[in-house]
């Protein structure tokens, strides 16, 4: 078969062309066709596919989305999304590429370059990997830590790069040419090279599609950077995603400053406040709900007859949690003969007895006659000892078992 001659390589602002169908079959188990020549660029170098259509120039009415491109062993393959029948073999068709999301690929993908560039200037920090997504673009670079000042001196070279409007040149190169250009990075492969140059800042083998000028990358933000395997990854937007960034943020931003009625600029300061203000709230929940416990044990265990100088007092808070179960457990057991039955838990069963040191008796027993109702497991010490588990619905069971053995 013969190999599609790649349109895009001459001429990245090319959105329409005429091809013939020199294969029409199916590329990986989706429908696709093959072309003499394209104007699409297949995915591949850390730069996502095009999108667009292709149409029968004899039946423009028909027209095919299409969903991907790959390339193989030079063929380049469009995937179409129609399952009627597709263009046969020999149809001159015309083909167009969705343009907003072709140049918003360039923007992104010459910004890598610029970046690329300028972490080697400013820090000698190489690109290792570069990836392009709808939502991020990232590159990894082979240091294991960065701080602000370099991303900042990073950012600020790129993007006089950009502002200085730097012409960018694409042309394959003999292996012998290829040994007069710096290149970044030694290419993969040995014979001709595709040598993308950006004014005399970066030099690449690269088969991407790149803007006449950097001016049309318009800006580069790094947005974040991490430390990933052993190397740095620096999340960055270029062009059109610095606008969408920024609107994101600003609607959050609003949104935030709005819920505190605040201006932006003083959000930092009324979060802080509020955090202030919200511990200062959680100190005194904490206080009060303690001092109520010790108020609610003291009168449980008021209302409860003594039997045998003891006072068994159960009680159910399906919402406290086990701290506060022990706290409650611990105020009854301070009391004179006072011997807490207390439970919990809305899905699984948790159950505190605590025993003051009066009643001689060991909390662990108590707890073990519950536990074998429930079908749970627990442990402690002889004044108070904690377990969980088992169906909720027999708890008052347990509860009752439990009741019986305390007032032994
Ligand atoms: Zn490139």
């Known amino acids: 078969m013969d190999t599609t001659t790649r349109l895009y390589y001459d001429d990245s602002y090319l959105t329409t062309f005429t091809a013939q169908v020199i294969a029409s079959s199916e590329y990986n188990g989706r429908p696709a ?85 300028a972490f080697i200037a400013t820090c000698q920090a190489a690109t290792v990997s570069f990836h392009l997504s709808e ?50 990075k030694p290419p993969t492969v ?12 970066d030099h690449s083998a690269c088969g991407g599609t790149h803007p006449a000028r950097t ?25 059109g995603r610095v606008i969408t960034a920024l609107h994101e943020r600003d609607r959050a931003i609003r949104s935030a400053a709005s819920a505190l009625s605040v201006g932006w600029a003083e959000l930092p300061a009324a979060v802080s406040r509020l955090q202030e203000t919200l511990q200062g709230l959680q100190r005194e929940l904490t206080q009060t709900r303690r001092e109520l416990d010790a108020l609610r044990a003291a009168q449980w265990y008021a209302q409860t007859p003594p039997v045998n100088g003891r006072r068994v007092v159960t009680a159910t808070l399906p919402d406290a949690d086990l701290e506060r179960l022990r706290t409650i457990a611990g105020f009854i057991a301070e009391l004179p003969g006072g011997i807490a039955i207390v439970a919990g838990g809305t899905e699984r069963a948790q159950v505190v007895v605590a025993c003051a040191s009066d009643t001689a008796v060991d909390a662990r027993e108590i707890l073990a006659v519950g536990m074998k109702v429930l079908g749970g497991r627990g442990g402690g010490h002889a004044r108070m000892a904690q377990g969980g588990g088992g169906q909720m619905s027999l708890l008052a069971t347990a509860i009752a078992a439990m009741m019986e053995r305390a007032a032994l």
């Not at 950012?155 to 290149?183: D, G, K």
Request: hydrophobic share 40%.
């Open 33 to 117: 066709v093959a072309l003499d020549r394209s104007a699409f660029y297949p995915a591949g170098g850390g730069q996502p596919a095009d999108q667009g259509w292709i149409e029968a120039a004899s039946a423009p009415d028909r027209r095919w989305p299409v969903v991907d491109v790959q390339s193989d062993n030079g063929v380049v393959w469009h995937i179409l999304s129609a399952s009627e029948p597709l263009p046969a073999l020999g149809t001159t068709v015309t083909g167009q590429i969705n343009w907003a999301r072709r140049f918003d690929h360039m923007q992104q993908h010459c910004g890598q370059h610029i970046l690329t560039a």
């Open 215 to 239: 001016g049309e990358v318009g800006a580069i933000v790094v947005t974040g950077w991490s430390r990933h395997r052993g190397m740095t990854r620096v999340e960055f937007v270029c062009g």
């Open 190 to 201: 040995s014979d001709s090279v595709r040598v993308v140059s950006i004014g005399n800042i």
């Open 135 to 184: 939502r991020s673009v990232t590159i990894d670079l082979d240091v294991t830590n960065l701080n602000e000042d370099q991303v900042q001196a990073a950012e600020a070279w790129a993007n006089q790069a950009v502002w200085a409007n730097l012409p960018i040149y694409a042309r394959f190169v003999s292996p012998t040419e290829l040994t007069q250009i710096p290149l970044r």
